[in-house]
């Protein structure tokens, strides 16, 4: 079989094992850290998709798959079905106070929100003591007398009339102690809009306007050139304020590698344009807040938040409010492209409390590490609770794994001196380097015969059996 040129539409992937090299870790703050990693040059966004739902997640041009039976802090990849979606009443209150401080202010705001409070309170008291008043504010004596002369069969004969009366009249249905307002009672109609586009968003009045726009990242588009510096600025006020990084350390170039540059090759399909995006929040023209996103055939990934704090406080949760914001944006999206109906929000954390926010989005699943199946989130929480790391196999399974391929290492894809090929034409005769036999391990046999492998051939290694 001739090589085929490299220009042909295909992931291109340098690999690393990194399995034997701990690094930091960001949540228990320990060395223990232990991840593989892939450089890659060109990702298309069905093998993204793939990667996903085998347990990597990218951060710029880099993709990368923590090895959770090692790691000190397990990753699990963690998604939302959000046409199931069930917004609760902490998430419902943390979009009610964003709002209201858009609409009224810091201080405006959180003086309404008292307000609102105390008039319920004095209604409910209202109420209440005019419930406890007779008829007359001050009864005489005489009317005292004629009630207590009331005959009491009379009375009892009263009682069953205006019972009878009252079961006669149709009553209106009342809403469960625990009934769910729907998406569209909380967040306004409007969240989608073309890429570019501003979308204005009504909260409610007041002086001061809230928008949304989502833009490509990518400095071919007009507006995300336009918009960089001042996003940049955003990032740097949240890496510094929030996560305490030194300055030095959230320069521009680190923010362009980190959250601007994309390997994603983006398309249009049914009128949905797919690939890499920031949104931006905007409250009076201003960026507060950015939302790194990439829009896949079958899902919304959240890549990154960073925002504000000097507009944000400490009493506003956006991390909350910008995730039931993205769970539209999917159902919104999904309405257009229907392959396209979860939400997946990266890892969840359970040996880091300050990461457990995530199981609040309900309902959630979990992916196996092993099965690479599909499980809800509340039966597995017991098992986290017991052991940090869990196969996950004792609870059932929502969705299956995808069907798997024969392994057959001939067939795995490689790129050299910028030719397609595969490993039966390059290692005709060779004993199977031990790094090509883990990351078809880690990619699995389809990735593996799909996407290309960066090779430039290896010194030779100890020979391992094709099935590992």
Known sequence: MAAAAATDPVTAVQFLDLSTRPSHCGYCGGEGA?????????????????????GWRRSGSYVYKPVLEETCCPLYTIRCPVAQFAPSRAQRKAVSKVHSFIRDGEEK???????????????????????KKPATATPSPGSRRVEGLKKKKAWRMEKRLEKASKAEQPKEPKAPKNSVRPLSDLLPAGNLGAADEM?????????????????????????????????????REYQTMVHGDPPHECDMRTFAMFLADSPLVGRVEQGVELGAFHQHYLVDGRIVAVAVLDLLPSCLSSVYLYYSPGFWGRRLSPGTYSAVREVQLTLQLGALLPSLQHYYMGYYVHSCPKMRYKAGLQPSHLLS???????????????????????????????????????????????????????????????????????RRLVGQGLAERMALQWEGEEQEEPLSDGE
């Not at 009045?205 to 990518?218: I, K």
């Not at 001939?410 to 090929?421: A, N």
Request: charged fraction near 25%.
């Open 34 to 54: 232990v991840s593989q990693g892939m450089f890659v040059e060109r990702l298309l966004l069905e093998d993204y998709q793939a990667l996903l739902d085998r």
């Open 199 to 235: 979308v204005e968003q009504a909260v409610g009045g007041g002086g001061r306007s809230f928008a949304l726009r989502l833009v490509r990242a990518s400095m071919a588009d007009r507006v995300f050139r336009e918009t960089f510096e001042e996003s940049f600025l955003v990032y």
């Open 369 to 439: 590490p092993t099965l690479l199946s599909w499980h809800p989130l509340p039966p597995c929480l017991p098992l986290l609770d017991a052991a940090k790391y869990s196969t996950l196999e004792e609870v059932e399974e929502v969705e299956a794994a995808p069907a798997t391929l024969e392994e057959q290492m001939g067939k795995v894809r490689l790129l050299v001196d910028g030719k397609l090929s595969t490993w039966a034409q390059e290692g005709s005769g060779m004993s199977v380097p031990s790094r090509l036999v883990v990351y």
């Open 109 to 131: 705001g959180m003086d309404t929100e008292a307000r609102t409070e105390k008039e319920k309170l004095s209604t409910s008291n209202k109420t209440t003591d005019i419930a």
